[in-house]
């Protein structure tokens, strides 16, 4: 009998080494993506670490906020963000899971923890954006119940926006 490895998701500083890992594949992935697609490039590495140095990840830590980190078969594996943006309002950000390991069902599991930490902190509702390169993306929160929505930041990046109710229909 063999046995596979299983994801684990704990909450963790949003400045722990993992993280900072984690963003760094996060930010060369999807800055990568970009610049490819639009200039036919990848990331200056001045780009990518003037991009990291900006989002040091400082809002998605309580009371306000919580960085989720997921390991695979004890291997830090990807994140989830989750920061308030109003007091019944939590905006779920940097979902990334490492390319090898997509496919595992990690995305679903941070997605859902970030939800239920978002509750925790008093939401009834989470919001997001993407851009529209990131099919994958899309395609995962449509999966997990969300739904596009208006605009609700001026995001130069984003292109789609999703919304997803926290509390159970009742019906």
Do not use: C
Not at 35 to 63: K, N, Q, S
Not at 91 to 117: I, P
Not at 145 to 152: L, N, R, V
């Amino acid at each position: 009998m063999t046995t596979s490895p299983t994801w684990t998701i704990t909450a963790e500083p949003f400045d722990a080494p993992a993280a900072r890992a984690l963003w760094r594949a996060y930010y060369t992935e999807v800055s990568d993506r970009y610049y490819l697609l639009h200039e036919g490039r990848r990331t200056d590495p001045a780009e990518l670490e003037r991009a990291i140095a900006d989002g040091d990840g400082a809002e998605l830590a309580p009371p306000g906020g919580q960085l989720l980190v997921g390991r695979y078969g004890g291997d830090p594996a990807g994140t989830a963000g989750v920061r308030l943006r109003a007091a019944d309002t939590a905006e779920l950000t940097r979902v990334f899971v490492r390319a090898e390991l997509r496919g595992r069902g990690g995305a679903a599991l941070l997605v859902r923890a970030a939800e239920d930490a978002a509750r925790a902190l008093g939401a009834t509702r989470m919001i997001l954006d993407t851009r529209g390169d990131l099919v994958e993306a899309r395609a995962l929160y449509a999966r997990l119940g969300y739904a596009e929505t208006e605009p609700h930041n001026a995001d130069p990046y984003a292109e789609h926006w999703f919304g997803k109710s926290l509390t159970p229909d009742l019906r």
